[in-house]
RNA sequence: CCAGCCGGUCGGGCGGCCGCAGGCGCCAAUGCCGAAAGGCGGCGCUUGAGGAAAGUCCGGGCUCCACGAAAACACGGUGCCGGGUAACACCCGGCGGGGGCAACCCCAGGGAAAGUGCCACAGAAAGCAAACCGCCCCGCCUGUAUUUCGGUCGAACCGACGUCGAGGAAAACCACAAUCCCUGAUGUGAUGGGGCGGACCGAAAUACCGGCGGGGUAAGGGUGAAAGGGUGGGGUAAGAGCCCACCGCGCGCCUGGUAACAGGGGCGGCACGGUAAACCCCACCGGGAGCAAGACCGAAUAGGAACGGUGCGAAGGGCAACCUUCGAGGGCGGUUUUCGGCCCGGCCGUUCGGGUAGGUCGCUCGAGGCCGGUGGCGACACCGGUCCCAGAGGAAUGGUCGCCACGUUGCAGCGCUUGCCGCUGCAGCCAUACAGAACCCGGCUUACAGAUCGGCUGGCAAU
């Protein structure tokens, strides 16, 4: 039964190499830090799955033209490919927020609620970028992952009530 | 027990649920993604951040580049001595200086008689030595005091500065500047002499104040971070290495030490201010860049080369040729023309090489950890045994919940040595500080709640 579903994931993993251009000339000096999980096999509930990374420059900055949706604990940025495939996200945690143990917690923090709770609100055919704001430290966990669902929802909400 | 110094260790624990990455084994598959390089599962076991992983300040390994395995200059670094080390700006042991009662701590600690520069403010003066106040001597002037000597001390004339005193008178005073002695008649105080006291004048001497001039000083004062050795004594008009002792300094000698240096005695008589984290001088060290190093694989597109096929000198480009020119131009030849000699040149296919995106390697066994022994004061070295202990890559090592420990705050109770005390219970908070490997080592520096171990010093108490 496992092995049946191990082929879905490296269509996510080839469409996001699809996407790169040429545009990433470096790495990002400073303030550009996108995080992300690994692509896991799905294990059958939706909740323990962490969606496809982005991890180009390139990628993060496309989807920088999309829609922003400004939140209490940090801003969403959504870009919709169009093409229908598994939905893509990306963290970022800019060097202002603290330092490097400070970065990794609300990364850590963003990615386990968005695996454990709010993965199965994300749309298919679109990429998200996660750009953390020092709060998350301190926010209950709880109001983390419903911000965090609610936010995934945004527009494409009465679609998905539709669709059930 | 209190106060302190030095060194070391640790820096939450247990559990539930859900996850991540590496390694090994087994299973599955011969598939899927990608043009290729290459990448992509499941299960089990196992491993998975730090003392600073940080700052990126030194020293190395490793890699590439340059080169004559060179030297010099420049630049940068280091700077007491000896040792350790792969090396160091690190460490250890000493020396010197400074601090502390002590344990112990701190020091950018070569050269200032090679040269240049600087020394603010203040101060008379900041490097040539000089002299503001002061001190001393001499001369002159003025004044004061004292002593001595001489003279003078009102009222026609003569005498008289005053005093020369307690019985009366007179006079005078309401207080003394002096207020005593001798003589002893015309005898209770005459006379004379002395003493005592005052004012003034003059002279001299001495001392002192002040002024002016000349000279001698650097002890003292004052300014300063620093004032031309320090302290004491002698000496002197006052002073001064002027002389002496000790200390300091300089020179050379002896002794000890591998050396830095220490000790001793001798000579010199002070000449030589500070600053080298000012330039500088001396000695020694250093080629440059860094894992985004570098190696390999390697598209699409564009461009390059070779070969083959096709096509053919069209567009276009390059080169050469007479005169002149900055250039435009002119000449010459040919001529219907927007013309000219030579070379390259289009399209298709195959192959090759460079190389971008991308991918893989580099990537963790190492100047390695632990235990024991030997040598050494020690840093450390050597020997033996034993272990394998993160390798990610936009970056894993986690998320969440519960209990406990620790801490802290408040309340209540108890105890006494009544205190910023200890213990117990309950409740709240925090549920930890600093901080996340990025090629790897050795250091340094910086950050850090708290816990704990060992050694040492000073004090108190007890034995």
Redesign the pocket.
């Known amino acids: 039964m496992?092995?049946a579903r191990?082929?879905l994931?490296?269509?996510a993993a080839?469409s996001s190499r699809r996407a790169?251009t040429?545009a990433?000339s470096?790495?990002?000096?400073k303030c550009?830090?996108?995080?992300?999980?690994?692509t896991?096999?799905s294990?059958g509930d939706a909740p323990?799955t962490y969606p496809a990374?982005l991890?180009k420059?390139a990628e993060f900055l496309a989807v920088r033209r999309g829609d922003k949706r400004r939140g209490r604990l940090f801003l969403l940025e959504v870009l919709d490919r169009g093409d229908g495939g598994p939905p893509r996200l990306g963290?970022t945690v800019t060097k202002k927020v603290g330092?490097?143990?400070v970065r990794?917690?609300i990364?850590?923090?963003l990615r386990?609620a968005t695996?454990?709770y709010a993965a199965r609100d994300m749309a298919p055919g679109t990429d998200y970028v996660i750009v953390g704001r020092r709060d998350i430290l301190d926010a209950?966990?709880a109001a983390l992952k419903d911000e965090l669902a609610r936010r995934f929802r945004g527009k494409a909400l009465s679609r998905t009530l539709h669709g059930q």
Do not use: D, H, K, M
Request: proline letters at 14%.
């Open positions: 496992a092995s191990a082929w994931p490296p269509v080839a790169a040429g990433a470096g790495f990002p000096p550009g830090r996108g995080a992300g999980a690994l896991g096999p294990t323990q990374r991890t420059r963290i330092n490097a143990v990794n917690r990364r850590r923090r386990e695996r454990v209950p966990f």
